[in-house]
């Protein structure tokens, strides 16, 4: 999981930079006023967002694979919980009945 989210922040880097270089030397508008750097990061997401999805799939894919049977684990944890709840609240109910 580190190893994508690395990839992907180099992705947004490349294309932070490379679009301060547009936007620097005239060929991309500046932003509204003082919104220079906001609209430099904005459109740096914008446009590393798509990049990462097409380039990182497979990456995604085994990080996913990764994170599965951690979910598992925790939905089963939950579950039994959940089950001792359930008996304790039937047997609390079952004292108060028969008292």
């Known amino acids: 999981m580190l190893r994508y989210t690395l990839m992907r922040l180099g992705i947004f880097a490349g294309c932070l930079v490379v679009v301060w270089g547009l936007v620097y030397s005239g060929i991309v508008p500046r932003g509204l006023g ?54 304790a609240v039937d047997e609390a109910a079952r004292t108060r009945q028969t008292s």
Do not use: T
Request: proline residues 4%; glycine residues 6%.
């Open 34 to 87: 003082g919104s220079n750097g906001m609209w430099v990061v904005l459109l740096a997401l914008v446009i590393s967002a798509p990049i990462s999805f097409v380039v990182l799939r497979k990456e995604r894919d085994r990080a996913s694979m990764a994170i599965v049977p951690k979910v598992e684990r925790m939905k089963a944890r939950f579950e039994a919980e959940a089950g001792q709840e359930d008996a």
